[in-house]
């Protein structure tokens, strides 16, 4: 993968920064457990982070941060937050041995088909006893919206989308052990975890668009596109009443803790 045949629409980038949303409590735990997390006025590597969104999180818990992402797009977009940022590779990362206090890597890790180089690169740069944090997705907290999922999914499948990116190609990573196994081999213990729960205000067919804007899950043609989205609505019109009507949405954002103890 490379910036030239990875990029974002302006589009894309406000949906990605809509999925991240966690409202204010959510927000305000996120911020304490990166102070936790991290040491006091540490230089903490926001590694694929987008826009920006986490790395805000990270300067409000009192830290230094660092971004990295591929896509310029995202790059633009955590401009706008004043954020310190330049593209780069996780593969193959543009800085020093031993360098950063802390790695944070939010939903990145299972979208690169080589993970492991970049699993490596994150031990790399770490300092002895530094602290990485990794989300790797998790289940939404909400029924109804897990209901929904399932619904529009299984409609992309059925009309036959097709999988795109690591998915696709089967070489992606594919649990979460894989990833603690391939972490620890780095000497990167797993130490615990920590859950962030929050809530968005979404309506059921801004799930949907959210779901069908995402560019890392399916590749179809937009006929496909619309018949899915449309049955999906269609079936939680039945299920759930007005799907324009703002809910309440429970969201949960697990990270994964791991610290570096010793050297390969």
């Known amino acids: 993968m490379n910036a030239s045949s990875f990029e974002l629409t302006a589009k894309q980038v406000a949906l990605h920064d809509r999925q991240r949303e966690l409202g204010a409590a959510g927000e305000r735990r996120l911020t304490e457990v990166f102070a936790a997390a991290f040491p ?16 805000a999180a990270l300067r409000a818990a009192g830290l230094r941060t ?3 992402d591929l896509s310029w797009a995202m790059l633009s977009a955590a401009a706008t937050r004043l954020v310190p ?3 780069g590779d996780l593969r193959a990362l543009p800085l020093q041995p031993e360098s950063v206090d802390g790695v944070h890597a939010a939903y990145v890790l299972q979208n690169i088909a080589e993970w492991r180089l970049a699993s490596a690169e994150f031990a790399r ?3 002895l006893g530094g ?10 907290a909400d029924e109804m919206v897990s209901d929904l999922a399932r619904r529009y999914f299984s409609a992309l499948r ?3 989308a097709a999988r795109v990116g690591v998915a696709a190609e089967g070489t992606g990573l594919r649990s979460v052990l894989d990833a603690e196994r391939a972490l620890k081999s780095l000497g990167m213990d797993p130490t615990g975890q920590h859950v962030v729960t929050g809530e968005q205000s979404r309506s059921l067919r801004q799930l949907v668009d959210q779901w069908a804007g995402n560019p890392f899950a399916v590749q179809a043609v937009e006929r496909v596109l619309v018949e899915a989205r449309d049955g999906a609505l269609r079936w939680a019109t039945q299920e759930y009443g007005d799907i324009d009507e703002p809910r309440t949405v429970q969201v949960r954002h697990v990270l994964h803790e791991f610290r570096r103890v010793r050297k390969r």
Not at 40 to 55: H, K
Not at 131 to 140: E, K, N
Request: aromatic content about 8%; cysteine-free; glycine content about 18%.
């Open 66 to 68: 660092f971004l990295i």
């Open 158 to 160: 059925d009309a036959g």
């Open 85 to 87: 940022r330049v593209q």
């Open 125 to 127: 740069v770490l300092h």
């Open 40 to 55: 006091a006025s540490g230089f903490v590597l926001d590694a694929g982070g987008g826009s920006g969104v986490a790395s």
């Open 131 to 140: 602290t990485a944090l990794v989300a790797f997705g998790a289940p939404p």
